[in-house]
Nanobody, 128 residues
Framework: QLQLVESGGGLVQPGGSLRLSCAAS????????IGWFRQAPGKEREGVSC????????NYADSVKGRFTISRDNAKNTVYLQMNSLKPEDTAVYYC?????????????????????WGQGTQVTVSS
């Protein structure tokens, strides 16, 4: 069974930083592109970032470009999301997800991700 576990969330002041981790068990993470998503109360889920299986391709939502960096360490079976210059509007539960099969970041990833494996989420709160 594919399992993803997020960690690293917490309470941070505006302008601060957090690094989220997405650790995989039960499968080899390096076969999959991995995405980070977030959902704030009362809002729809939003795609934040995606990284290809090799790490060679990354993409970001416009709202986080220049502030967030996605990376992966396949030897540690972990994907990271470094979040800098955090804003109150970044407050949300953050999830990582792997698609049900080997597919790159893009429209196909978004189309199939609901059938993939998801973590339980980690809360990020940006507030003074």
């Amino acid at each position: 069974q594919l399992q993803l576990v997020e960690s690293g969330g917490g309470l941070v002041q505006p302008g601060g930083s957090l690094r989220l981790s997405c650790a995989a068990s039960g499968f080899t993470l390096d076969y999959y592109a991995i995405g980070w998503f977030r959902q704030a109360p009362g809002k729809e889920r939003e795609g934040v970032s995606c990284i290809s299986s090799s790490g060679g391709t990354t993409n970001y939502a416009d709202s986080v470009k220049g502030r967030f960096t996605i990376s992966r360490d396949n030897a540690k079976n972990t994907v990271y999301l470094q979040m800098n210059s955090l804003k109150p509007e970044d407050t949300a539960v953050y999830y990582c997800a792997a698609p049900p099969f080997n597919i790159g970041c893009g429209l196909g990833f978004v189309r199939h991700i609901d059938l993939g494996s998801w973590g339980q989420g980690t809360q990020v709160t940006v507030s003074s």
